[in-house]
C-alpha cells in the first residue's frame, strides 16, 4: 500500500482510493498510471491511498474516500462483500473512476455493469484514431483546443451502445482506425457504429466517470492526457462540480 500527500502539515482537498488489482490481462502501463496520479496528487494537495488489497473494500474504509479509481483492473477483482461495500459507497454519493479498463471489469456484476454502462468486447491493436470530443464545457474536456484529437491508443469496443443511459463526453470516428481488425478477439463485433468512449452518469447519489483512454504508457507524459484525467477526478470526487 502506498500512501501520497503533499505535505504532512497540510490536508488534502480530496482523499483518493486508487485500485489496481487484475484477475485478468494486467497492462504494462500501470506503474505509469500510478506515478502520474501520484504526480497529480502532489500538484493538487490530494491524497491517493493505492493498493491491490480488496480487503480494503469495507464500509468504514470506503467511508473515508471522496473517490474510488480502478485503474486497468481487469476480469473478478471483488468478492461479495468488497462488492456490496461499494455499490452503497457509491449509491450514498461516493465516486467511482473507472481508468481504460473499467468495461473489462466484473462482467457478472450486475449493478456493476449498470453503473459503467457497458461491457467491454475486444480491440484492434493499438494505432492512431481521431477522437470525436463532444462536450468541452465539463471539467475532463474543457481543455481540448479543438472538437477533435487525434492520438495513439488501444480503441475499446463494448457489447452496447450506452448513450442513451449516459452523458457521452468522448467518441471515435470508426474510418480513422481498423476497427474491424479482431484479431486477437476471434467473432468480435468490433464495429459500432457511433462509438462512445468516454461518458459519465449517476449511480443512486453518486457519480461514475468512465474512460477507454489510458492504455498506452506514452500517454501518461500526455499534457492533454493528463489534464482529461486531472477533470475526471475533480468532476467525480466533488459536489459541486
Do not use: C
Amino acid at each position: 500500500m502506498i500512501t501520497t500527500t503533499q505535505s504532512q502539515n497540510q490536508t488534502p482537498d480530496l482523499k483518493i482510493l486508487v485500485f489496481s488489482k487484475t484477475a485478468g490481462y494486467r497492462h504494462g502501463a500501470i506503474p505509469q498510471s500510478l506515478v502520474a496520479l501520484g504526480q497529480l496528487a502532489e500538484q493538487n494537495n490530494w491524497k491517493i491511498t493505492a493498493t491491490e488489497e480488496g480487503e480494503i473494500f469495507t464500509p468504514e474504509n470506503l467511508s473515508s474516500f471522496n473517490l474510488v479509481i480502478f485503474v486497468h483492473t481487469t476480469k473478478d477483482i471483488l468478492d461479495a462483500q468488497q462488492q456490496e461495500a461499494l455499490k452503497n459507497y457509491v449509491e450514498s454519493g461516493g465516486g467511482l473512476l473507472t481508468l481504460h479498463t473499467g468495461a473489462d471489469t466484473e462482467y457478472e456484476w450486475a449493478w456493476y455493469v449498470q453503473a459503467i454502462g457497458a461491457s467491454f468486447v475486444g480491440h484492434p491493436p493499438s494505432q492512431k484514431g481521431k477522437l470525436i470530443i463532444e462536450n468541452r464545457s465539463h471539467p475532463a474536456t474543457a481543455h481540448f483546443p479543438d472538437s477533435t484529437w487525434v492520438v495513439t491508443d488501444e480503441w475499446y469496443s463494448f457489447d452496447r451502445n450506452p448513450r442513451e443511459d449516459v452523458h457521452v463526453l468522448i467518441s471515435i470516428d470508426e474510418d480513422s482506425y481498423e476497427v474491424d481488425d479482431n484479431r486477437w478477439f476471434e467473432g468480435a463485433q468490433q464495429r459500432m457504429g457511433d462509438h462512445p468512449l468516454v461518458w459519465y452518469k449517476m449511480a443512486g447519489k453518486g457519480k461514475v466517470f468512465q474512460t477507454a483512454l489510458g492504455h498506452e504508457p506514452e500517454l501518461y507524459h500526455n499534457p492533454l492526457f493528463l489534464q482529461h484525467l486531472k477533470g475526471a477526478i475533480l468532476w467525480t470526487a466533488t459536489e459541486d462540480l
